[in-house]
Nanobody, 119 residues
Framework: QVQLVESGGGLVQAGGSLRLSCAAS????????MGWFRQAPGKEREFVAS????????NYADSVKGRFTISRDNAKNTVYLQMNSLKPEDTAVYYC????????????WGQGTQVTVSS
């Protein structure tokens, strides 16, 4: 089992920045990658970004490329999402998720953190 705790959400004006953190604990040695997802009211959850623990390979949704940056601190078992040039359409609950090596799917999820961007 892997436990994930997100933090860093809040209210920000359009054009502003926020940094989300996701602290992992438990069987973190079994993790292959971490991802950030978001879900806006009335919409399905969507992929935002991902990063592998080993090598730091990253992947981004087209909607956030050039504005968001995912990074990780292996020593702290923590993944970050730096969000710049925020837009009202970025408003959502943001979740981090863990992808174990053995399954290749995002099996563990945090409780989510609210990000609200005002226009």
């Amino acid at each position: 089992q892997v436990q994930l705790v997100e933090s860093g959400g809040g209210l920000v004006q359009a054009g502003g920045s926020l940094r989300l953190s996701c602290a992992a604990s438990g069987r973190t040695f079994s993790s292959y990658a971490m991802g950030w997802f978001r879900q806006a009211p009335g919409k399905e959850r969507e992929f935002v970004a991902s990063i592998t623990w080993r090598g730091g390979s990253t992947n981004y949704a087209d909607s956030v490329k050039g504005r968001f940056t995912i990074s990780r601190d292996n020593a702290k078992n923590t993944v970050y999402l730096q969000m710049n040039s925020l837009k009202p359409e970025d408003t959502a609950v943001y979740y981090c998720a863990d992808k174990p090596k053995i399954t290749g799917t995002y099996d563990y999820w945090g409780q989510g953190t609210q990000v609200t961007v005002s226009s």
